[in-house]
């Protein structure tokens, strides 16, 4: 037997215990890291960026490597405007590539399985502040979604798809660029009357909405609504802000009534066009209406 069979012999059971060891040491550093003081701090930044309240029951390493699951997690208004809830997710997962902390550009992917349906996306943060948020919506039910109506004054019904991408400067979020789209079929809005004036609620067949963001603009490249009441069309700009419901409206809906509709609401046209101005939060809409053929 030579030298170098012994020298290896004698070193294989000592590499084996440190192996050994290192393997211990990195699940236990994985299992017992405290996700939750990171995750708390990541909430912080999103708290200051969004105004909003985000709060998760617990969170914990998921089997797969680079993996959390966060329980039980709650948006709501914050306490100065009612902290009333919007939404509460029963579980989010958050993946980040093992070497993604080390890269120029960080990379995390979200995903959640909520109201019969999936939401999943990633958040890049790249040099110079630079963000981008990837979002994508599949079959949600949104008869399914209760949110506080203090916060919700339109209540939303039907089966919901659609995504979202938007890039933009941490210092100023609302100065991005990106795009929407999204479709909402068989359902029914309610809270309309401060928009459409004489209806309170539509039933849905079908209604689609694309959208180009710039420079803190949004612009309607569709928004059509197809309804058992009337057939409307919505074109114009948001002028984005922070927060979000205080973005002006610049809108104007071209709507055709129904007969039955017309009649059991006692208009007296058919075709009215609506100009709508304000902020997201308090809309103002002035009825142009137009005579009866």
Same mark, same amino acid.
């Given at each position: 037997?030579?030298?170098?069979? =012994?020298?290896? %012999? ?15 040491? #990195? ?14 701090? #990541? ?6 960026? &969004? ?6 029951? *617990? ?19 914050? #306490?100065?405007?009612?902290?009333? &809830? =919007? ?26 399985? =909520?109201?019969?349906?999936?939401? *999943? ?5 790249g040099s110079g502040n630079r963000m981008s ?69 539509? *039933? ?9 963001? *710039? ?19 919505? &074109? ?11 973005? %002006? ?45």
């Amino acid at each position: 037997m030579s030298l170098m069979s =012994i020298t290896n %012999r004698k070193w294989f059971p000592v590499a084996l215990v440190v192996c050994f060891g290192l393997l211990v040491f #990195a699940v236990s550093f994985y299992l017992l890291f405290p996700y939750d003081k990171l995750v708390a701090a #990541a909430l912080v930044r999103a708290e200051r960026e &969004t105004a909003l309240q985000i709060d998760v029951a *617990q969170v914990r390493p998921a089997l797969s490597p680079g993996t959390l699951l966060l329980d039980r997690v709650q948006i709501s208004a914050p #306490a100065s405007r009612g902290g009333c &809830t =919007i939404l509460s997710v029963p579980r989010l997962k958050l993946g980040m590539g093992l070497l993604s902390p080390f890269s120029s550009e960080k990379r995390l992917r979200y995903s959640a399985g =909520i109201f019969d349906g999936t939401v *999943q996306g990633n958040v890049r943060a790249g040099s110079g502040n630079r963000m981008s948020l990837s979002f994508a919506a599949d079959g949600l039910n949104l008869g399914r979604w209760t949110p506080d109506p203090k916060c919700a004054p339109i209540s939303v019904d039907g089966l919901l798809n659609g995504t979202l991408e938007y890039a933009w400067n941490q210092n100023r979020p609302h100065l991005g660029e990106g795009t929407a789209k999204a479709t909402l079929t068989s359902g029914k809005v309610g809270g309309l009357k401060p928009l459409l004036m004489m209806l309170d609620a539509v *039933q849905v067949d079908r209604l689609v909405f694309s959208a180009g963001i *710039q420079g803190g603009k949004l612009t309607l490249d569709e928004l059509t609504l197809a309804a058992k009441e009337l057939d409307a069309e919505v &074109t114009g700009l948001v002028f984005l802000a922070v927060p979000l419901q205080n973005s %002006r409206l610049n809108l104007r809906i071209k709507a055709e009534m129904k007969e039955e509709a017309r009649k059991r609401q006692g208009v007296p046209f058919k075709e009215m066009e609506l100009e709508v101005h304000g902020t997201l939060e308090r809309p103002r809409a002035r009825l142009v209406p137009r005579p009866a053929r």
